[in-house]
């Protein structure tokens, strides 16, 4: 079945300590995103990736971190989380950044206590 | 920055009648895409309509776009309580920037 997987789907920390969300997808796809979405805000992109080693900053990058070692992975990282990145985070991927689908992942709810 | 608005921002309706969902956006753009998202869940595509359509269908759905005046529509004809859940638009624009959302609509359909 063809999908986006991020782990974890629930996740309490506390403020400094790093953490990562994983996301995989299975669909071989090249163009892969974070976004977060808070409440009177929508959809926020973070970070994206054209392809392998291709990564580069979306509306909202600062105090995220992300990797594309290989096709299938895109992990966020947060180096030192703090409480206003309390949010509902969405890993999407799409066969190419423009004029298609984006496939998103079930969402990781992270609060930063 | 956020491209797409859509208005209202909540919709209360009966089961059976026809819900409209609209979205303006700023700048040119390729195409414009629907989603779906259940409350707490990810985003499922509903329907892309490309900037030279004007209309275009998908079973109960009907999207309409109006470059003149960067806008579309979405309109869910006989409408159920499963069609409860929250609606964006997405946009990506000519001069090569990202795909950007709206800040969606929260559509219910009472029983």
């Known amino acids: 079945e063809a999908q986006v997987t991020q782990n974890p789907r629930y996740l309490i920390t506390v403020t400094g300590k790093k953490l990562t969300v994983t996301c995989s997808q299975n669909m071989n796809h090249e163009y892969m995103s974070w976004y977060r979405q808070d409440p009177g805000l929508g959809l926020r992109q973070i970070y994206y990736s054209m392809n392998v080693e291709v990564t580069d900053k979306g509306d909202v990058p600062e105090g995220y971190k992300v990797s594309r070692k290989e096709k299938r992975n895109f992990p966020l990282i947060l180096e030192s989380p703090s409480p206003n990145q309390t949010s509902l985070y969405f890993c999407?991927?799409?066969?190419?950044?423009?004029?298609?689908?984006?496939?998103f992942g079930a969402g990781t709810r992270l609060s930063v206590l | 920055s956020q491209q797409g608005e859509e208005d209202p921002q909540a919709l209360s309706i009966q089961e059976g009648e026809n819900a409209t969902m609209n979205c303006s956006y700023k700048t040119s753009i390729n195409n414009l895409q629907w989603y779906r998202q259940n409350s707490g869940r990810g985003l499922v595509h509903l329907i892309l309509i490309r900037s030279n359509e004007r209309e275009k269908h998908s079973g109960r759905l009907r999207v309409t776009l109006d470059t003149s005046k960067k806008s579309s529509s979405l309109l869910i004809t006989a409408s159920r309580a499963a069609d409860t859940a929250s609606y964006f638009c997405a946009t990506d624009g000519t001069s090569g920037s990202r795909l950007t959302f709206g800040e969606g609509t929260q559509l219910t359909v009472n029983p």
């Open positions: 999407a991927s799409s066969p190419r950044q423009f004029q298609n689908i984006q496939y």
